[in-house]
């Protein structure tokens, strides 16, 4: 079954220090892969996503993510963190299959301590 | 200008009574969906319509009748609301059903409460 695994449902990093959130997706079938962020009592706003053009892909608000199809992973990342970039993140994948589609990981929630 | 819009923001509701939900989105999209995440934040997909017509009809009760009037519009009628019907509806839309690539774009959300 396709499906996106987020490892951590919660993350807290101090103001200024790396961001990882992690994202592995089940699939036999190429995906397209996305993330979103959810910031309190509002909808969800894509971050970046994967088409399968550059591995690496550059999103909104300074986050990065890599696909390595060897690892089934799209990791999101960000050098340093920033108080505003408390929220909760979601993965998610589509497929050519399935006709616009979503799957959503679990979500991970990111804390930004001063 | 809101690019998708849903009303009300906020429902709350007694059990077993009848309500809809209305989204709109102006942004010229040919496709749109209703997701329903839970008090653990999980977000799963309900329907899809593609120029008014039905596209993906997930495992949901019977009970939930998405009507797309026009593509610019998708309402949730939701009969009999139960306690475990509870939860956000997101509206959302995409430029295509065939554009498995394309960006989603969200409405801020309706947080249904069913005493």
């Known amino acids: 079954a396709q499906s996106v695994t987020q490892l951590g449902s919660h993350v807290s990093v101090s103001e200024g220090a790396l961001v990882l959130l992690r994202c592995n997706y089940s699939s036999s079938v190429p995906p397209y892969l996305f993330w979103y962020v959810q910031y309190p009592n509002q909808g969800l706003q894509l971050l970046l996503k994967y088409t399968s053009a550059a591995t690496l892909v550059k999103g909104i608000n300074g986050f990065e993510a890599e696909f390595k199809k060897s690892e089934t992973s799209f990791h999101l990342t960000k050098p340093s963190a920033h108080m505003s970039d408390a929220a909760e993140y979601f993965c998610a994948v589509s497929y050519s299959s399935n006709t616009g589609k979503l799957i959503f990981g679990q979500g991970t929630t990111l804390q930004v301590k001063p | 200008d809101t690019a998708v819009s849903q009303t009300p923001k906020y429902l709350v509701t007694q059990m077993g009574n009848d309500k809809s939900i209305k989204c709109e989105q102006n942004?010229?999209?040919?496709?749109m969906y209703w997701y329903k995440q839970d008090s653990k934040k999980f977000l799963k997909i309900m329907f899809s319509?593609?120029?008014?017509?039905?596209?993906i009809n997930e495992t949901v009760p019977n009970r939930f009748s998405p009507k797309s009037p026009d593509k610019a519009h998708l309402n949730l009628h939701i009969n009999s609301l139960e306690l475990g019907d509870s939860a956000v509806y997101f509206c959302?839309?995409?430029?295509?059903?065939?554009?498995?690539?394309?960006?989603?774009?969200f409405g801020p959300g309706t947080r249904l409460t069913v005493l």
């Open positions: 959302a839309s995409s430029l295509s059903s065939g554009g498995y690539s394309d960006t989603q774009y």
């Open positions: 942004l010229g999209h040919d496709t």
């Open positions: 319509y593609n120029n008014k017509e039905l596209i």
